[in-house]
């Protein structure tokens, strides 16, 4: 069974910076492409970055530029780097495979979601 564990979440100042971990327990976790997405109360879930597992990535409009996703897959973990972070940055934020388990990203954001953690809270105010 696949689990996906997030933390690094907590209240940062407009314009700082945090990054997020998704600590992963699967088999050969280096064969799925890996996605980050966040949802606030009362809206929908919004994909924020998907990661091959050839290390290719996409990004959300609304982040790109501002946050990077990499993967240590010998340590299975997935990390979300957020900078010049902005008050409609805040969100619950959390790690997921899609529901198909695949390799790539052509399908994000728009795929199912598989396997997903419990999320993180990033709150970004003065």
């Known amino acids: 069974q696949v689990q996906l564990v997030e933390s690094g979440g907590g209240l940062v100042k407009p314009g700082g910076s945090l990054t997020l971990s998704c600590a992963i327990s699967?088999?050969?976790?280096?064969?799925?492409?890996i996605g980050w997405y966040r949802q606030a109360p009362g809206t929908e879930r919004e994909g924020v970055s998907c990661?091959?597992?050839?290390?290719?990535?996409k990004y959300g409009e609304k982040v790109l530029g501002r946050f990077t996703t990499s993967r240590d897959n010998a340590r299975n973990v997935s990390y979300l780097q957020m900078n010049n972070l902005k008050p409609e940055d805040t969100a619950t934020y959390f790690c997921?495979?899609?529901?198909?388990?695949?390799?790539?990203?052509?399908?994000?954001?728009?795929?199912?979601?598989?396997?997903r953690g419990r999320g993180t809270l990033v709150t970004v105010s003065s």
């Open positions: 997921a495979m899609d529901k198909t388990y695949t390799n790539n990203c052509n399908m994000w954001p728009a795929v199912g979601l598989g396997a």
């Open positions: 699967a088999r050969r976790v280096d064969w799925f492409s």
């Open positions: 990661i091959a597992a050839d290390n290719t990535a």
